[in-house]
């Protein structure tokens, strides 16, 4: 073959595989939402592994028992609020303030804090990795660690609420069936109805709105010890490459008769 006919055969091929190289690098990574119910004074894993089901939720291999852990305290200090109670975070300043609680249930001291690093709106986002002791700061390291479990709750007391709406907007990067962004609402603080999020949302922010008369199939207006809170589970390991979940912009309004 003439080596000018090699060199066009070649450049040809290298054409022919320009469309291919570049699905590759643009295919989006897998995600999946399920829904199933809770009791948060348990070990989370277990929990959302059995409502996945086999083979996603198989457990690893050589994957440790899982450690006892103090049941969440019986009450979760929910004040009381107007019926036309309204939540606007966008987490600008001092957090968790307010009704807010942040709960570390891994033992690890790492949990859910603010951070600049990424945000929806403003200069502020919600990370569960930011907070608590050995939180930091994802700028310089924009992972997540092995063995979270870390929850936080907005309670408002919804008596004589007659409608009420949340919305927020989030994203997430998490290791696929195996670590969760947790969305769950309970009437009591115990019991959490969810939504989780595992895989990723290919670096897009979604938007949420919930209408809490209808949420899982429960209705929580009405409801003195409402609470909604955004969870973050990770298993015992590969986590590293995953950048997790942030939340910005909630925003929840409750409207009297």
Request: charged share 20%; aromatic share 18%.
């Amino acid at each position: 073959m003439k080596p000018k006919l090699v060199v066009l055969v070649v450049v040809l091929l290298l054409l022919a595989m320009v469309p291919a190289l570049a699905m590759a690098q643009n295919r989006a990574k897998p995600e999946k939402v399920i829904s199933f119910t809770i009791d948060r004074r348990q070990p989370v894993g277990p929990q959302v592994q059995a409502a996945l089901g086999a083979p996603i939720g198989a457990p690893k291999a050589d994957a440790p028992a899982a450690a006892p852990r103090a049941n969440a305290p019986a009450a979760l200090g929910i004040q009381p609020n107007a019926v036309y109670g309204l939540l606007k975070e966008g987490f600008e300043g001092p957090w968790p303030d307010g009704n807010w609680i942040v709960w570390d249930f891994s033992g690890i001291d790492v949990c859910w804090g603010t951070t600049n690093y990424m945000q929806r709106y403003g200069l502020y986002s919600a990370w569960p990795a930011a907070g608590c002791y050995w939180g930091y700061d994802p700028g310089y390291f924009p992972y997540y660690v092995d063995n979270m479990d870390t929850w936080m709750d907005y309670p408002m007391d919804l008596q004589g609420a007659r409608r009420a709406r949340l919305q927020f907007h989030w994203k997430n990067d998490s290791e696929y069936g195996y670590d969760y962004f947790l969305m769950c609402a309970s009437h009591e603080g115990y019991y959490f109805y969810c939504d989780a999020h595992t895989g990723s949302t290919n670096n897009k922010w979604r938007f949420t709105k919930i209408d809490l008369k209808n949420f899982q199939g429960q209705n929580f207006l009405d409801d003195p010890g409402f609470v909604f809170s955004w969870g973050f589970y990770s298993d015992y390991i590969v986590s590293y490459g995953y950048e997790g979940a942030y939340v910005d912009a909630i925003r929840l309004r409750a409207w009297g008769p």
